[in-house]
C-alpha cells in the first residue's frame, strides 16, 4: 500500500485517500482484480507510521523501503549466499532496507525491528528444557514446540538451498548475553521482539521474560520504563 497524498481524497478535501489500487487480495473469500480500489476503512491517523512489513529476504526489505513502510525481520530468512550465515545475512537485509530508504526518501529509516529466540536458563532444569527446544526447532524447524491444535506449518525443517532459520540463543545468562551482543543481525537492530517457543505454556513464558528482563536484558543495554 502506498503512502497517502495529501488532497488526494476522493471528496476534494484535504483528508488523505486510503483508496488503493490491490496488486493481490481477496476480500470475504473473494479474489479481487488486479487493479481493484481498496478502500480501507474507519480512517485511522498515524496508522501508516505504526505498520511494519515483514521481510524474509533483501528484496522484500528494500521494497517496504521503497513504499515507506517499517520493517520487522523475521525468523526465517531466504537469499543467503553460500557459507553466509543467518546473522550474517540479516545484518545484510537491514542494511539494504537502510540503503533503499535513504536513496528514495533522503532521511533515515524508522527503528527497525527483529525477531529472536532469546532464552536465559537460570537453572539447570530450564537450561536442559531450552537445549531441548532448540534441537527441536534445528530438526523439525517450524513444526517444533506446536500447540495442540496448531496448523500443520508450511516450512519443513528440509529447507532449501539459501533459506535459513533464526538461531536460538539459551544457556546461562550470561553466555546468552554475550552470544546476543555478538550477533551481527541482532547487533544490526534497533528493536528485537522475542519469539517464544509456541507450545510454552502461560507460566513458562512469565518466568522466561522475567529472567530475561533482569539477568540478560540490563546488559543489552535496556532498563524498565
Given amino acids: 500500500m502506498r503512502g497517502p497524498r495529501p488532497g ?11 483508496e488503493r489500487p490491490c496488486t493481490s ?15 480501507v476503512t474507519p480512517h485511522s491517523p498515524g496508522l501508516r507510521g505504526r505498520l511494519r512489513h515483514g521481510a524474509a529476504s533483501a528484496g522484500s526489505a528494500s521494497e517496504a523501503a521503497r513504499l515507506g ?12 549466499e553460500p557459507g553466509e550465515s543467518f546473522p550474517q545475512y540479516q545484518a545484510r537485509v537491514i542494511e539494504t532496507y537502510r ?9 533515515e529509516a524508522p527503528p527497525v525491528a527483529v525477531a529472536a529466540s532469546i532464552l536465559p536458563g537460570t537453572t539447570a532444569a530450564l537450561r536442559e528444557t531450552y537445549a531441548a527446544y ?10 517444533a514446540s506446536r500447540p495442540r491444535g496448531a496448523l500443520e506449518p508450511v516450512i519443513s525443517a528440509d529447507l532449501p538451498d539459501g533459506t535459513s532459520i533464526s538461531p536460538v540463543h539459551h544457556g546461562d ?11 551481527p543481525g541482532l547487533a544490526a537492530a534497533d528493536e528485537i521482539v522475542l519469539f517464544l517457543p509456541p507450545a510454552f505454556g502461560l507460566d513458562a513464558n512469565v518466568r522466561l521474560i522475567t529472567d530475561l528482563a533482569r539477568e540478560v536484558a540490563p546488559a543489552l543495554g535496556w532498563a524498565p520504563g
Fill in 8 to 18: 488526494a481524497g476522493s471528496s476534494g478535501s484535504s483528508q488523505p485517500s486510503t
Fill in 99 to 107: 540503503t533503499t530508504w535513504r536513496a528514495e526518501r533522503g532521511t
Fill in 173 to 183: 545468562p550470561d553466555s546468552v548475553a554475550a552470544a546476543v551482543l555478538a550477533d
Fill in 25 to 39: 487480495s481477496t476480500v470475504r473469500g473473494r479474489a479481487l482484480p488486479v487493479g481493484t480500489p481498496i478502500r
Fill in 69 to 80: 513502510l517499517g520493517l520487522i525481520v523475521g525468523t526465517v530468512l531466504r537469499g543467503l
Fill in 134 to 143: 532448540d534441537l527441536q526447532r534445528r530438526t523439525e524447524g517450524m513444526a
